[in-house]
Nanobody
Framework: QVQLVESGGGLVQAGGSLRLSCAAS????????MGWFRQAPGKEREFVAA????????YEADSVKGRFTISRFNAKNAAYLQMNSLKPEDTAVYYC?????????????????WGQGTQVTVSS
């Protein structure tokens, strides 16, 4: 089990950038595949991006591909989501999640530990 805390959300204009951070504690961070998910008002939570334990394998949702980049720095027990060219439809609460597995997954049901979320609002 690992505790996760997201930060870096905020209000940004369309076309702008934000970098979300996910700080992990209480577990061996390098044992966990990491994912980012988001939930917009009135919508179900959806997959955004995921990264393997060693950072060599990444997946991004089609809706963010080419704009968002997931990364991690195991020595700092942290994962990141760099978000560029933001659009109003990216507005959501963003969650990081951890999966104690070498296999990357886009399915939220495969993640055991979740942060509390950070709000991202993109104005038009």
């Amino acid at each position: 089990q690992v505790q996760l805390v997201e930060s870096g959300g905020g209000l940004v204009q369309a076309g702008g950038s934000l970098r979300l951070s996910c700080a992990a504690s209480g577990g061996t961070f390098s044992s966990f595949a990491m994912g980012w998910f988001r939930q917009a008002p009135g919508k179900e939570r959806e997959f955004v991006a995921a990264i393997s334990r060693n950072g060599l394998v990444t997946y991004e949702a089609d809706s963010v591909k080419g704009r968002f980049t997931i990364s991690r720095f195991n020595a700092k027990n942290a994962a990141y989501l760099q978000m560029n060219s933001l659009k109003p439809e990216d507005t959501a609460v963003y969650y990081c999640a951890a999966r104690n597995s070498p296999v990357v997954s886009t399915d939220e049901a495969h993640y055991n530990d979740w942060g509390q979320g950070t709000q991202v609002t993109v104005s038009s």
